[in-house]
């Protein structure tokens, strides 16, 4: 029973976090109208079941860094270097969310998101960041207008005024 609890600091604060995003997420759904959302369902119902989805995932996280780790990770003499990931990974990963989170109200909702999937895929590997941007824009042009138009939700707008 001692060798079971090996506790990996650096995963458990993957976990925790994910737990924390899960509880900000939850708190921003319990601020939605009821009256808001579509025919059958209320519109926090699905930030909801995202929250609680998160909840688990890292709750399941924390268990298995505080009982020896991540399973089914590569060994670090297993990576190298020409695999994509890692730190400098989860640092082009981070900085699309962060910008996604400060950009989308100034640049609109398919300029961030854009900005997002380019810089995850600098994550994972790509070097073309103009043809990553160009891609984002033809992914979330559609789903923009699938969303304003066909849904009726109000996303931020696809050109600001200052653009």
Same mark, same amino acid.
Not at 78 to 83: D, K, R
Not at 128 to 155: C, E, K, M, N, Q
């Given at each position: 029973?001692?060798?079971?609890?090996?506790?990996?600091?650096?995963?458990?604060?993957?976990? @925790?976090? $994910?737990?924390? $995003?899960?509880?900000? !997420?939850?708190?921003?759904?319990? +601020?939605?109208? #009821?009256?808001?959302?579509?025919?059958?369902?209320? &519109? *926090?119902? *699905?930030?909801?079941?995202?929250?609680?989805?998160?909840? %688990? @995932?890292? !709750?399941?996280?924390?268990?298995?860094?505080?009982?020896?780790?991540?399973?089914? !990770?590569? /060994? /670090?003499?297993?990576?190298?270097?020409?695999?994509?990931?890692?730190?400098?990974? #989860?640092?082009?990963?981070?900085?699309? !969310?962060?910008?996604? #989170?400060?950009?989308?109200?100034?640049?609109?909702? %398919?300029?961030?998101?854009?900005?997002?999937?380019?810089?995850?895929? +600098?994550?994972?590997?790509? +070097?073309?960041?103009l043809r /990553?941007l160009a891609?984002?824009? &033809?992914?979330?042009?559609? $789903? *923009?207008?699938?969303?304003? &138009?066909?849904?009726?939700?109000?996303?931020?707008?696809? $050109?600001? &005024?200052?653009?």
């Amino acid at each position: 029973m001692a060798g079971r609890w090996r506790v990996m600091p650096a995963q458990l604060a993957i976990g @925790v976090s $994910i737990v924390v $995003i899960s509880a900000v !997420l939850a708190f921003g759904a319990s +601020r939605f109208p #009821a009256e808001m959302g579509f025919v059958i369902m209320p &519109a *926090y119902v *699905y930030p909801y079941a995202v929250a609680a989805f998160l909840g %688990v @995932v890292g !709750l399941l996280m924390c268990y298995q860094a505080l009982t020896g780790g991540f399973r089914n !990770l590569a /060994d /670090d003499h297993e990576t190298t270097q020409a695999q994509p990931g890692g730190k400098a990974g #989860a640092t082009w990963v981070t900085a699309g !969310l962060v910008g996604v #989170a400060l950009l989308i109200t100034y640049i609109g909702f %398919v300029l961030a998101a854009s900005l997002l999937f380019a810089c995850s895929a +600098r994550g994972f590997g790509s +070097r073309s960041p103009l043809r /990553d941007l160009a891609i984002g824009i &033809a992914l979330t042009l559609p $789903i *923009y207008w699938l969303f304003t &138009a066909g849904l009726g939700v109000s996303l931020p707008p696809l $050109i600001n &005024a200052w653009i």
